[in-house]
């Protein structure tokens, strides 16, 4: 912020009586026109009044550099000057300093203005001139604190007291703004910084408590920002930054059209850079949700429009979040982190768009913050269970594989799915440890139940992200099969396609890793990550497990999500790859695969995910079907 440095020191002199402010002009910036001279003799008189005689004369000199460091206003009143220093501060330009009369008749008084000022700017430094001995100057230092930015000048005074005060006065406020500049400032943007904008916002709520008018709060995240930075470097997403800011400093300014702002509060400058790619602003003249919704959509659109960067157009969208003063909160922390919500929720619902806050999200807060504190101690707890769904052969019937799957039975949150956990232990890292445990416990299962003679064929083990990209995943799984004997083409890792893509040279190396060790690899949801078949054939991968969400909207019929579900298959097929179906719920889907040479099936139609003594329960009676035909086997199966 750069123009700090070069900012005027502005004074303010306040005095009923024209002469003296002439007087003090002479002397803080003198005239150099002979047309003022001919105000030199009133000037002369009045100086009388105001200096000792014996400093009368000669006439102040000041020298050249210090006319040009001071901007000086005048007024003749009281009230007038809290007006000036309110349009002072309405358009950022703020007094260093001001003069004030004590005796101002038949107006208010210099104390009464000096404490509406001190109420209005914490900063300027004031000085209460008084020929009077009858002020009690500290009853007013206490009232009109700061001490050090309150000052009594007793009339008559010197020229050169009131020159040194000027200078010395100006210089400390410059050097305060400065430093408030860097501490309240985002240097990258030149916006206000999350510091500033939260004594800002409190600032406004209360005058909006006090006029008893909303205040809408806009909590601005731009969507895919990391992407850019990622691709095209740090230089390019600060300049991308510096683009976004001006655009929202912009459409706040013009949002002033759509709230009839008044002219005093036409300032755009109610916006603020959090961090990173996070940006607030503060609507504090909306009359409805219908206002907010309106700059909003304006923001989006503003902020959406591409951007050139390193010769190419990047766009990036901004997911908006609102909430509403007092409806949403009536305080700072509490408006924030509603607003927070209600951009996580336009994000994740739509990217791009803006979401009002309700209560619902707060509930859902609340619930993944109770999820988190409890999964913490979940393991030692002996909280979690692993079940076991099966996957049969489609053609013969018979099991190939079971799947694990997690189950977290929690004494305050009763049964958690594990769609709801499983998010959470992997942005807390949770699902390291968790992970661990899955893998063990499962191939320690599964080397039972073998040598039982249950299960012939693989347990299937899902991995997170988190666990794949750990430097010691090889070693970690090559451990857990030793010390447990289970031969490691018993073990199936179920991976997903994003996991894979996400960094391909890095899965490139584990996967093939892990295919030295002996295990088999499957992805796991395939069709809902963004891989190609044509990038996946590079992968050392088993088989392909389809989304159920494919499955489900199939009939068995001939409309297109069969041909997708037909294509995926035979595609899988001319790769060299494995199919399996997730979800089968139906017989008529049951049918389709099997029409279509599908390999495997999993899915509730065929078996529900079971406990331990269960699914024990379940392969000894599959055991038992082992001798039949395999249209007996299905039919038993699905019977
Ligand atoms: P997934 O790996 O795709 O597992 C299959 C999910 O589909 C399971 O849900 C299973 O109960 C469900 N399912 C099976 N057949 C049907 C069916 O016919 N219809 C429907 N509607 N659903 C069926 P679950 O157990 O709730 O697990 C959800 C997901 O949580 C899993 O999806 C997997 O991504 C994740 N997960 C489960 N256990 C673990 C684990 O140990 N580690 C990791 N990292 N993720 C796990
Ligand atoms: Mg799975
Ligand atoms: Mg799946």
């Known amino acids: 912020m750069s123009q700090t440095t070069e900012e005027p020191i502005r004074i303010l002199i306040v005095d009923d009586e024209t002469g003296v402010l002439d007087v003090y002009r002479e002397i803080l910036c003198p005239p150099d026109t002979s047309a003022q001279d001919a105000a030199r003799g009133v000037v002369s008189s009045m100086r009388a009044r105001l200096f000792p005689s014996k400093n009368a004369d000669p006439a102040p000199v000041v020298k050249g550099p210090l006319k040009s460091r001071f901007e000086i206003n005048t007024v003749t009143s009281a009230e007038a000057a809290v007006e000036a220093v309110k349009v002072s501060l309405a358009i950022n330009s703020p007094y260093a300093l001001i003069f004030l009369d004590m005796r101002m008749p038949p107006g208010r008084d210099g104390a009464w203005a000096a404490e509406q000022i001190r109420a209005l700017d914490e900063n300027v430094s004031i000085v209460l001139c008084s020929a009077y001995s009858d002020v009690d100057t500290e009853e007013l230092s206490r009232r009109i604190a700061p001490e050090d930015k309150f000052f009594f000048l007793a009339k008559p005074f010197h020229p050169q007291e009131v020159r040194q005060m000027a200078l010395a006065l100006g210089h400390k ?4 703004r400065r430093i408030a500049q860097l501490a309240y400032y985002d240097t990258l943007t030149g916006l206000p910084n999350r510091e500033q904008f939260r004594d800002r916002f409190r600032v406004t709520l209360d005058s909006a408590s006090r006029n008893q008018r909303p205040v809408a709060l806009l909590y601005i995240d731009l969507d895919n920002f990391k992407r850019i930075n990622d691709t ?12 976004m800011a001006e655009r929202l400093r912009d459409a706040i300014r013009k949002s002033d059209d759509v709230i009839h702002v008044s002219a005093i509060r036409r300032r755009g400058n109610d916006c603020a850079r959090l961090g990173g790619d996070e940006f607030m602003a503060l609507l504090p003249e909306v009359m409805s949700a219908g206002d907010a919704s309106i700059i909003a959509d304006r923001i989006v659109k503003v902020m959406s429009q591409p951007v050139p960067l390193g010769g190419q157009e990047v766009t990036v969208s901004p997911s908006i979040g609102i909430a509403i003063y007092p409806q949403d909160g009536d305080d700072v922390e509490t408006l924030l982190r509603n607003a927070d919500l209600a951009m996580y929720s336009a994000k994740r619902a739509a990217p791009g768009t803006f979401a009002f806050y309700d209560a619902q999200m707060n509930a859902t807060a609340a619930r993944q913050l109770e999820i988190e504190t409890q999964l913490r101690t979940a393991l030692i707890n002996n909280e979690m269970t692993l079940s076991y769904q099966p996957q049969f052969e489609l053609e013969t019937g018979i099991v190939s594989s079971v799947e694990a799957l997690l189950r977290w039975t929690n004494p305050i949150l009763g049964c958690v799915p594990p769609m709801e956990f499983i998010p959470m232990a992997e942005a807390t890292g949770l ?33 997170s992200a988190l666990q794949f990209a750990q430097k010691d995943f090889v070693e970690t799984v090559a451990s857990i099969l030793e010390e447990t004997g289970l031969p490691a083409a018993c073990l199936e890792l179920e991976l997903t396609e994003t996991l894979v893509m996400k960094d391909e040279a890095w899965a490139y190396q584990v996967l093939r890793r892990l295919k030295t060790l002996g295990v088999d690899l499957a992805i796991d949801d395939f069709g809902t990550g963004y891989s190609s078949f044509s990038r996946l054939k590079e992968f ?42 997730e979800g089968v ?38 055991r038992q079907t082992r001798e039949s035909s395999n249209t007996q086997r299905i039919r038993t199966l699905v019977g």
């Open 431 to 463: 699902i390291l440890p968790i992970g661990e445990w899955v893998l063990r416990t499962a191939c320690t299962q599964a080397k039972r139940w073998a040598d039982q003679g249950l299960l012939a064929g693989r347990m299937a083990v899902n991995v």
């Open 232 to 243: 095209l470097g740090h230089t390019a997403g600060d300049e991308l930054l510096q683009v």
């Open 585 to 622: 719920e139906e017989l008529p889907q049951l049918l389709f695969l099997q029409e279509q040479k599908c390999d495997l099936g999993q899915g509730y139609l065929l078996g529900m995910p079971l406990n331990v003594q269960s699914t024990e329960d379940f392969l000894e009676r599959m």
């Open 540 to 581: 050392p991968v088993d088989r392909l497990k389809i989304d159920r969400s494919f499955i489900r909207r199939t009939e068995g019929g001939a409309d297109e999500d069969d041909a997708i579900i037909s294509a995926m298959i035979n595609m899988a097929k001319t790769l060299g790859l494995g199919v399996v179906a």
């Open 173 to 176: 406020w410059r050097a305060e």
